[in-house]
T-cell receptor, first 112, second 113 residues
């Protein structure tokens, strides 16, 4: 069975700081990986996804994630966060099942 | 295009009562999914419809939960009778293709007191 672990549950940063949110998954076969974001009062939105090809994936709003197969990781990064990045971030994987398995989420608060 | 619509956005009910949540998917999306997030925990899959048929209901917690999608359009998720541990945010998502291109609704926050 596939599973996802997000190690940082709460992150607090100041504007312009760099961000890296950890995501590790467990599944030995081919995977598709996703990062979703939920801004306050809004629905879950897709930030970026990895299916195949270049392991460095660029998404919306300056976010990127790197798939490192040997580490079973898909960490999310942004070089300089803004106050508007305050949100909850979810990592998800499909592998053994077409149904995405989500992590617990990371709450990010960015202070202006 | 209109997104996935869920209502109510919030519901507070007493233990033992019945609540029905509704999800209107994007028009033309045959696949409809229900997920639940209990406070601070992961978003967990509940079930998947393809049109009006239940494709996978392995995530349904118990028989107090009943999901329907009559006519293959909107879906309802009924909890009867509600228990305290049913509190959480219930998300609905739809997609054209199975497993890809999910669009999520804003969720229904259910509080059982």
């Amino acid at each position: 069975a596939q599973s996802v672990s997000q190690h940082n549950h709460h992150v607090i940063l100041s504007e312009a700081a760099s961000l890296e949110l950890g995501c590790n998954y467990s599944y030995g076969g081919t995977v598709n990986l996703f990062w979703y974001v939920q801004y306050p009062g809004q629905h879950l939105q897709l930030l970026l996804k990895y299916f195949s090809g270049d392991p460095l994936v660029k998404g919306i709003k300056g976010f990127e994630a790197e798939f490192i197969k040997s580490k079973f990781s898909f960490n999310l990064r942004k070089p300089s966060v803004q106050w508007s990045d305050t949100a909850e971030y979810f990592c998800a994987v499909t592998g053994g099942s077409y149904i995405p398995t989500f992590g617990r989420g990371t709450s990010l608060i960015v202070h202006p | 295009e209109a997104g996935v619509t869920q209502f109510p956005s919030h519901s507070v009910i007493e233990k033992g009562q019945t609540v029905t949540l509704r999800c209107d998917p994007i028009s033309g999306h045959d696949n409809l999914y229900w997920y639940r997030r209990v406070m601070g925990k992961e978003i967990k899959f509940l079930l998947h419809f393809v049109k009006e048929s239940k494709q996978d209901e392995s995530g349904m917690p118990n028989n107090r939960f009943l999901a329907e999608r009559t006519g293959g359009t909107y879906s309802t998720l009924k909890v009867q009778p509600a228990e305290l541990e049913d509190s959480g945010v219930y998300f609905c998502a739809s997609s054209q293709s199975r497993g890809f291109g999910y669009t999520f609704g804003s969720g229904t926050r259910l509080t059982v007191v």
